[in-house]
């Protein structure tokens, strides 16, 4: 009997209707099963679809504390709401099970899965990943916190699974038993969901449970592994892969044999070479030879608003790395961009959520030239430099950094923060910060 099999005389809820919420309904839906469409909101986003698509399904839609979850005998909870919450925790106590989407994923699929999480370049990871696996002849299925429904993939005719894994979705997460799990590197995030960091790290340590080979960062002791029984380190140096020199020119390599020149690659900075070593870290089992890495790197170009190039005006390079929503993020821009020669202006600020900026106060002197600060928490950054500007939009933003550079210099926006003070979400900052770049430049 299936998993899916067990479930047809269970009391199901699906609780959370955004994105992933939606996925799952339409998944249990196309199985025949009818869950219970719960969500705190009283106008749902998803709304349209579901009165076109399920009509006929019940609707608990309001105040969680008259959905009666402790009803049910399943409830596959979207991410965004965690276990913490109250009417969740009661409906726990009184023995009803909770599992999100990637759980029900791992219970019913039976190809090898490879997983990725952490806080910084888990996106430019799996996708880089799952163009390397292709290239070595695996039809691959990428999804879960990027792209497709971690649900929608069960249905593509795929050789093995490539997942982005959030902590919000590990912590619901324990079936999973990835053929290679990775955390990438581990630094203050989401601290308005997680009590202390030790919370966080404890969240996204999940995703090693049961794991064939746990990948992880040899310079970030918060990555290693706790008891899985084969592990593979990466890092630039002191790392099973790692960076090393070889005829003069630096190598990816592993264990100090060379496997592809540095050169290889179009992605900028140290933190894409720490990304690339993971996705070798990652590919460990398949061996695959350096021309299927080489022929993956020279078509890959990187991320939207990722460390992304956005143009060069009267000698300036403009950089997006919109993405980078945190600190550690922020940090590794700055980093990989630090070798480069000119001035570096960098442009940041927004909603911190909570985090401590303080991380970024040596950086920032070692490193920026110039800052430039707006948004909720853009005096708090400001703060951390002497010297620094204040400014009220990405407009003025722009403007002053074009003031700032001259021809050689680097203006790059990462803003440590997350977007929502001042838009939608990261892609809109993105796409304003590069609109700006052309008007102002042109």
Excluded at 76 to 96: F, Y
Excluded at 247 to 255: D, I, L, R, S, V
Aim: glycine content about 8%.
């Amino acid at each position: 009997m299936s998993y899916l099999d067990t479930l047809k005389d269970k009391r199901i809820a699906v609780l959370g209707l955004g994105v992933s919420g939606l996925g799952t309904v339409r998944f249990l839906h196309a199985h025949g099963l009818e869950p219970v469409l719960i969500d705190s909101r009283e106008q749902v986003p998803t709304r349209v679809w579901l009165d076109s698509q399920v009509p006929q399904l019940e609707r608990r839609f309001g105040s969680l504390a008259d959905a009666h979850l402790s009803d049910f005998d399943l409830i596959l909870i979207g991410p965004g709401l965690a276990l913490s919450t109250p009417e969740v925790k009661e409906a726990i106590s009184a023995g009803v099970e909770v599992i999100g989407d990637v759980e029900l994923f791992a219970r019913i699929n039976t190809k090898p899965v490879l997983a990725v999480t952490g806080s910084n370049g888990k996106s430019t990871v799996v996708s880089l990943l799952a163009n390397v696996l292709e290239f070595g002849g695996l039809h691959v299925g990428l999804g879960g916190n990027i792209g497709t429904a971690v649900l929608d993939l069960l249905a593509q005719d795929a050789d093995a699974y490539v997942l982005e894994l959030s902590s919000f979705q590990l912590e619901t997460t324990s079936s999973l038993q990835a053929k290679a799990a990775c955390i990438l590197n581990l630094c203050e995030d989401h601290m308005d969901r997680y009590d202390d960091m030790n919370g966080y790290i404890a969240a996204k340590q999940r995703i090693y449970k049961g794991c064939e080979l746990a990948v992880f960062n040899a310079h970030d002791e918060d990555t290693t592994p706790a008891d899985t029984q084969s592990q593979i380190s990466f890092g630039l140096d002191n790392a099973d892969y790692h960076v090393m020199l070889h005829q003069g020119e630096a190598y990816f390599a592993y264990q100090n044999t060379p496997i592809l020149a540095c050169s290889k690659t179009f992605l900028p900075g140290t933190h894409n070479r720490l990304n690339i070593l993971a996705v070798m870290a990652l590919c460990h089992e398949f061996a695959f030879d350096a021309g299927i890495f080489e022929r993956a790197l020279q078509e890959f170009k990187g991320l939207d608003h990722r460390c992304q190039y956005v143009d060069t005006r009267a000698g300036v390079r403009y950089f997006n790395d919109s993405k980078a929503t945190n600190v550690g993020a922020t940090i590794a821009a700055i980093s990989g961009l630090s070798q480069e020669p000119g001035k570096l202006i960098l442009i940041a600020g927004g909603d911190a959520k909570g985090a401590d900026l303080s991380g970024l106060k040596q950086p920032l002197g070692d490193f920026v030239d110039e800052l430039i600060c707006l948004g909720k928490d853009g005096a708090a950054i400001a703060q951390l430099k002497a010297g620094s500007h204040q400014v009220k939009t990405m407009a003025e933003a722009v403007s002053l950094a074009k003031s700032l550079a001259h021809s050689g210099d680097i203006v790059l926006l990462a803003p440590a923060c997350a977007s929502l003070d001042m838009y939608p979400n990261y892609m809109v900052r993105g796409n304003d910060f590069a609109q700006h770049v052309q008007e102002e430049q042109s």
